[in-house]
């Protein structure tokens, strides 16, 4: 019944941004972390970010900080990534996964995921 529904992204250029947004249902997120992960072909799926249920806390993995924002309205049950200053190196399918309160970067701590949404970023 749980379903989580990515969108928002596409085909840019480096430098461009893009706001991804992820849609849930059949549960209300207000007391779950929400994670962000990106698998890109022939790679493992990596962790990108996280918010707590709080809002009190985010983690980033390095290679976004200072690019991506994640934020949460749990009135609306959806989570965005700001994705600003986009590099090449960013193409993937860009998932969202519901976690325990405790969760943070790994994925092992995330029980419900969305199908996900592909960016590709042409230099």
């Known amino acids: 019944q749980v379903q989580l529904v990515e969108s928002g992204g596409g085909l840019v250029q480096a430098g461009d941004s893009l706001r991804l947004s992820c849609a849930a249902s059949?549960?209300?997120?207000?007391?779950?972390?929400m994670g962000w992960f990106r698998q890109a072909p022939g790679k493992a799926r990596e962790f990108v970010a996280a918010?707590?249920?709080?809002?009190?806390?985010?983690y980033y993995r390095d290679s976004v900080k200072g690019r991506f924002t994640i934020s949460r309205d749990n009135a609306k049950n959806t989570v965005y990534l700001q994705m600003n200053s986009l590099k090449p190196e960013d193409t993937a399918v860009y998932y969202c996964?519901?976690?325990?309160?405790?969760?943070?970067?790994?994925?092992?701590?995330?029980?419900?995921w969305g199908q996900g949404t592909q960016v590709t970023v042409s230099s």
């Open positions: 059949g549960r209300t997120i207000s007391r779950y972390t």
């Open positions: 918010i707590t249920w709080s809002s009190a806390y985010t």
């Open positions: 996964a519901t976690g325990r309160p405790q969760a943070t970067m790994r994925s092992r701590d995330y029980d419900y």
